[in-house]
């Protein structure tokens, strides 16, 4: 098998495009170092990943993922203390984004995914996202109508991927072949360890879930719910991968209550069927409008209430029930006010080439508060 400057380049150009972090894999190579060398390895690599592409199989050394336990706050001997951080191979990322390109391709030219989906794709964000759930309430309002909003929180949605029903689903959009055999291939036969300090784990396989901190993870995760949409007619939704927000409409609120308790049904009984389990204690609800909303009102899922909230994060803002924008600046506010100290405490350690603006940018930077 022979190899082209075009797909060597292409290799090149994914690798240039990579950040230069210095973890390490279970192999102990980090990013930094495949840049150092990647002149004289490209030719080896592009001829691993046509052969990995042509013969349907996911190498399965780039399968082992390396599991760091990262510390949160509380008590350090409390292992709920703790966030898995996953390190992936490093050849499988690259291999893994010459893989979603080409699937990219794919689902632009056939229109796969529902145009209700913000999550991972090219063009798309949560301003979007955020702006449509925005629009619907308020266009309703304009209608003199009230709005119910459900905000959805899935239990560990990226681990609990089944993985027949996800291929038989791929099946269906039309990836079959050899296409499907590498996808199989590549979400198959994983194994991860534990890494702390020097003390390793054994080995343990991965049976289930899309894998965590992969480049094909997310969006195999958003082919899987991709079909959500379909199980209502008269719910809208807003999926930003695993957040999924639902809401419906109406003049009458006894009816929309009973139109809402039907509906979430349908939900509740798709997510039994793609065995993904929906997290009840953080699944909220909201009803929205200026009229008479400190009515007593309970929406149910099966057997279970779902709290009402009147103000709720939703994909990075925080909005309440009249889409009023104080709880957002009061909490952009306090942010910029821990900036303020933090610039205080440190302007008589900087020299007379800082200007206040240029801290200001740095410490608002670094608390996410430009875009």
């Not at 003199?144 to 689903?169: C, M, V, Y």
């Not at 009515?295 to 889409?323: M, S």
Request: with cysteine; glycine share 6%; hydrophobic share 40%.
């Amino acid at each position: 098998m022979k190899t082209n400057g075009k797909e060597e380049m292409e290799v090149r150009h994914i690798i240039h495009k990579c950040d230069n972090k210095t973890s390490t894999d279970s192999d102990g190579i980090n990013m930094t170092i495949i840049k150092s060398v990647i002149d004289g390895c490209s030719k080896p690599l592009t001829y691993i990943f046509n052969l990995s592409f042509q013969s349907g199989k996911f190498p399965n050394s780039m399968k082992i993922a390396k599991v760091i336990p990262f510390y949160k706050s509380g008590d350090r001997h409390n292992i709920t203390n703790y966030r898995p951080i996953s390190l992936l191979s490093q050849f499988s990322k690259i291999l893994e984004k010459l893989f979603d390109a080409r699937l990219d391709k794919f689902l632009d030219k056939y229109k796969i995914l529902t145009e209700k989906q913000y999550g991972f794709r090219s063009n798309r964000s949560t301003a979007f996202a955020i702006t449509e759930f925005v629009e619907g309430v308020t266009s309703a309002w304009d209608n003199k109508k009230q709005t119910l909003g459900i905000f959805i929180d899935f239990q560990k949605a990226f681990d609990t991927i089944n993985f027949e029903i996800l291929l038989d689903k791929l099946e269906r959009f039309g990836i079959s072949c050899l296409v499907l055999k590498w996808i199989k291939s590549y979400l198959t036969n994983r194994r991860q360890f534990v890494s702390l300090g020097e003390h390793q784990s054994d080995f343990l396989d991965i049976v289930c879930g899309v894998p965590q901190g992969s480049v094909l993870g997310p969006k195999l995760f958003i082919l899987y719910i991709n079909d959500i949409c379909n199980v209502s007619e008269l719910l809208n939704f807003v999926l930003f991968a695993d957040d999924t927000t639902i809401w419906a409409s109406g003049e009458d609120l006894q009816q929309l209550l009973g139109l809402i308790t039907v509906e979430l049904d349908k939900v509740k009984k798709w997510c039994d069927r793609n065995k993904l389990s929906l997290n009840l204690d953080k699944t909220k609800f909201m009803l929205f409008g200026y009229g008479r909303l400190n009515r007593q009102i309970q929406v149910r899922v099966g057997d279970a209430n779902i709290e009402r909230v009147y103000e709720t994060k939703f994909l990075g803002i925080n909005i309440d029930d009249k889409i009023c924008w104080k709880p957002h600046i009061k909490y952009i506010h306090n942010k910029l006010a821990k900036s303020i100290s933090i610039l205080a405490r440190v302007k008589k350690y900087c020299g007379s080439e800082v200007t206040p603006y240029s801290l200001l940018f740095y410490v608002c930077t670094l608390f996410g508060l430009l875009c």
